[in-house]
């Protein structure tokens, strides 16, 4: 049987068209027959113009600017598809997607770092920029895996989505950065580094790095595609399903649905708020 998987970006994919393609030949490279991923990324006009990379540092702009992203990955099991990715190193809202979803909901930094601790027994990230290495450090420290990292790195001329977008095309400057963190990981004690961005990941694998010596280069990409296909397999085979006592308990139906009402009665309320300033 085949497989339907939603991949939900965090990034204008729309505009960024050269990141939405590598990310459609990455698929068909590396999925298994008969899976199919539909790319999905966030509404144009959420940013404004600037990049996620620029905005996500700031927690009150990730909270208004992903919240989105619940409703989308409802409204995709309500469609038939068989799991779900949350494909950025943002990890928007994974509990309390996870908590409404009854089928797989995968994580790209979540399944990559666990597919790298069966890998290397030492494991290095390296980011886009400065401002972005808190919010790894915040993220592995979410997942419990602060001892397993050996590093966290930035490129040396800091990129945002849109400059990646050109990368992929143009690709020396990003992946000379890449390197030297690279070599300084190994300096480190790493055995293997993960570019913790997926634009930055594709540029990496797309120019054929991997691996550096002996430090192993981990595609988060192509690693969340084959997990979700092994979570769709776990439950169809074997019927494991989310544990729903702690984290990911679901609401009972009826709270969900008044859950539901008091969130579009908030919604038409902003909108009538609006239509009167406006007026005024």
């Avoid at 930094?109 to 601790?117: G, S």
């Avoid at 702690?246 to 009826?254: E, I, L, N, V």
Wanted: proline share 4%; aromatic share 6%.
């Amino acid at each position: 049987m085949g497989m339907r998987i939603w991949y939900q970006s965090m990034t204008q994919l729309a505009t960024l068209t050269n990141y939405r393609k590598a990310l459609e030949e990455h698929a068909k490279k590396y999925c298994s027959d008969g899976t199919k991923i539909v790319f999905n990324g966030v509404s144009e006009d959420n940013y404004h113009g600037r990049m996620p990379a620029e905005v996500l540092q700031y927690s009150y702009a990730k909270l208004i600017l992903q919240t989105e992203v619940i409703d989308i990955c409802r409204a995709a099991e309500k469609n038939k598809f068989d799991a779900v990715i949350l494909g950025s190193f943002s990890e928007p809202f994974l509990p309390e997607i996870r908590s409404l979803l009854n089928i797989p909901v995968i994580s790209m930094p979540e399944c990559t770092l666990l597919v790298a601790c069966s890998m290397a027994e030492k494991f290095a990230l390296t980011t886009l920029a400065p401002a972005n290495v808190k919010r790894v450090k915040a993220l592995v420290k979410r997942h419990g895996l602060e001892s397993r990292v050996s590093g966290y790195y930035s490129l040396a001329h800091p990129v945002d989505e849109d400059i990646l977008n050109v990368a992929l095309k143009k690709p020396k400057q990003v992946v000379t950065d890449f390197l030297a963190t690279a070599e300084q990981a190994k300096a480190d004690g790493a055995d293997l580094i993960v570019p913790a961005e997926g634009v930055l990941n594709l540029i990496i694998q797309r120019s054929n790095i991997n691996p550096i010596g002996r430090l192993s280069v981990l595609d988060c990409v192509s690693t969340s595609f084959l997990y979700a296909e092994m979570m769709i397999n776990m439950q169809r085979r074997l019927g494991i399903g989310v544990g729903r006592m702690g984290s990911y308990a679901m609401p009972p139906a009826d709270l969900l649905a008044e859950l539901d009402a008091v969130t579009q009665v908030k919604a038409n309320a902003k909108k009538k708020n609006r239509q009167l300033i406006k007026k005024d």
